[in-house]
């Protein structure tokens, strides 16, 4: 896995720089496809790290039709969500995070946009490997109790494998976004 991994990563890392822009564009109007956003809703993303597929046009949309819009921070070994504001603060990872007083839990999302290193046509995905995402969703493992929040994520195509190899503790996506293709 630790192989596979690195490199997925690499491939990410290798896509030039107006192919990001072009790809980033692309995955908004997919997003718009299949997301219904609503006013009152909470929403997360993220801000790219080591290669990711860049989120602000998705962020920028959210801003414009004026929903809540939340970034993950790390608390502990699982994440929470804060609201984007103006102030930010690096995490130990050296990712900005920002720094608010309006924290929620996973649980009170609605959609969770999540980054990946790499995904199936089955919709799991495998991160970078510290394990944040699962831990925070453990409580999605219970479908019956727990709808909220949507889980998608984000990739560019080349981050497809064939089939990759699932844990107990991984929590399966509802979707997965690419710029050519909704899974």
């Known amino acids: 896995m630790k192989a596979l991994r690195q490199s997925l990563r690499q491939q990410r890392r290798d896509i030039t720089l107006s192919n990001r822009v072009k790809f980033s564009k692309s995955l908004l109007s997919q997003v718009q496809k299949i997301a219904n956003f609503q006013h009152d809703q909470k929403v997360a993303t993220y801000l790219p790290n080591d290669g990711e597929i860049d989120t602000k046009y998705i962020q920028n949309f959210l801003k414009k039709q004026e929903i ?32 608010s007083t309006d924290i929620i839990s996973a ?17 799991n995905r495998i991160g970078m490997g510290g394990g944040y995402y699962d831990r925070t969703l453990a409580f999605k493992k ?7 929040p949507i889980l998608i994520g984000l990739a560019f195509d080349c981050q497809q494998v064939e089939q990759l190899e ?13 710029p050519s293709k909704i899974y």
């Open 68 to 99: 809540n819009t939340y970034l993950p921070i790390l608390v502990g070994k699982s994440l929470k969500f804060s609201e984007i504001g103006k102030n930010f603060r690096n995490n130990k990872y050296g990712i900005p995070e920002p720094f």
């Open 107 to 123: 649980e009170q999302l609605d959609i969770l946009f999540i980054p990946l290193v790499g995904f199936d046509a089955d919709k």
């Open 142 to 148: 219970d479908q019956e109790t727990s709808k909220k």
């Open 166 to 178: 699932v844990q107990e503790w991984d929590v399966p996506l509802d979707a997965i976004i690419t």
